[in-house]
C-alpha cells in the first residue's frame, strides 16, 4: 500500500485528523522499514506500539515481529486499521488511551517486549515515563520523538538540554539517537523536525536505596535552574542552609554548585545520603 492508497483509504472513510490527539502519520516505507530494523525486531519478539494510527508502522512491525500489540485511542481509526491490517493475524489492536492501561496487566503472560512508536509530541514525556517506570518486561523502547525532546533525552549534565526527565530516565536505561527525520515524510506535515531514539533498559545500573527519593532529588535539582542546589534542597527538604551544602559538598566538592551539574550517579548518591538523614 502506497501512500496515495493510504490517502484514498482516508479520504473514503472520511476521516480528519485531530490536531488535539497529535495525529501525524507516518507513510514512506523506507522511513517505517528503518524504524523497524533500529529497533531490532525479529521474529521472536512481541512488540508494544503506542498509537496504531493508520497502521502503517503497525503493518511493518507484524512483518517482522511474531505479535504486535498497539493501542490507539482515536476508534474513528477502526475501519482504516482494519484494511491497513486486514493480512496480519500476528496483531492484537486495543482501543484504549495507554496511559490509562495496567501495565501489571498488560505485561501478565508475556517474557519480555519491545516498544516501537511514533508518539505524539504532546505526549512523549508521559508516555515514556510510565514504560521506564511501571514496566518490569520491556526490553528496548524505539521512539519517534521531536528533535528537541530527543536531544534533552541523550543530554549530558551541564547542559543545557540535560532535565529531569534525563536524569530520571538514567536510573533504569541508556537513551541513543539513531536517526534524524525531517518532518517532510509525515503526513500532516508538522511544524517541527523528529528523530528516532532508542532506550536500552538496563534496570539497576545505577544502585540506589530508594528510588523515590532519587525522583526527589531530582525534582530538587531542577526546581529552579538559577539557584544553588543546596538552596532548592532547602526548599524541597526543609533542611537548614549548612545542612544543604554539606550535603551537596560531600557529593560533588563543590557546596555552591547547581543541580543541573549532578550526573545521574550523583543523585543516587545524593539521594542515598538524604535518605540516611531524614
Request: proline share 3%; charged share 25%; with cysteine.
Amino acid at each position: 500500500m502506497m501512500d496515495n492508497e493510504i490517502y484514498a483509504l482516508l479520504k473514503v472513510h472520511g476521516f480528519t485528523f485531530k490536531k488535539r490527539l497529535g495525529q501525524n502519520f507516518i507513510t514512506d516505507r523506507s522511513l517505517l522499514d528503518s524504524i523497524v530494523s533500529l529497533a531490532g525486531v525479529t521474529e521472536e519478539d512481541t512488540v508494544l506500539e503506542i498509537g496504531c494510527g493508520a497502521g502503517t508502522l503497525t503493518r511493518a512491525l507484524a512483518a517482522k515481529a511474531r505479535k504486535v500489540i498497539t493501542y490507539e485511542v482515536d476508534r474513528s481509526l477502526e475501519p482504516i486499521i482494519r484494511v491497513t491490517l486486514m493480512p496480519y493475524t500476528n496483531v492484537q489492536v486495543i482501543y484504549q488511551d495507554f496511559l490509562k492501561a495496567d501495565m501489571a496487566a498488560l505485561e501478565e503472560g508475556l517474557d519480555s517486549y519491545k516498544v516501537v512508536a511514533n508518539l505524539p509530541y504532546y505526549l512523549t514525556t508521559p508516555l515514556i515515563c510510565k514504560v521506564v517506570e511501571e514496566s518490569q518486561k520491556c526490553s528496548s523502547i524505539t521512539v519517534m520523538v521531536q528533535n528537541e525532546m530527543a536531544d534533552r533525552l541523550c543530554g549530558a549534565a551541564g547542559t543545557a538540554e540535560y532535565g529531569a526527565i534525563t536524569a530520571n530516565i538514567a536510573l533504569r536505561a541508556t537513551v541513543e539517537k539513531m536517526r534524524f527525520v525531517p518532518r517532510t515524510v509525515f503526513y500532516p506535515m508538522p511544524d517541527v523536525d523528529s528523530a528516532v531514539i532508542r532506550i536500552t533498559m538496563q534496570d539497576g545500573r545505577i544502585p540506589v536505596k530508594d528510588k523515590e527519593m532519587y525522583k526527589r532529588a531530582v525534582r530538587a535539582a531542577f526546581l529552579s535552574r538559577r539557584k544553588t542546589y543546596a538552596n532548592n534542597l532547602m526548599a524541597v527538604f526543609n533542611l537548614s542552609r549548612e545542612t544543604a551544602e554539606d550535603l551537596v559538598q560531600s557529593v560533588c566538592g563543590n557546596a555552591k554548585a547547581r543541580g543541573e551539574t549532578f550526573s545521574p550517579e550523583m543523585f543516587a548518591a545524593m539521594a542515598d545520603r538524604l535518605s540516611a538523614i531524614l
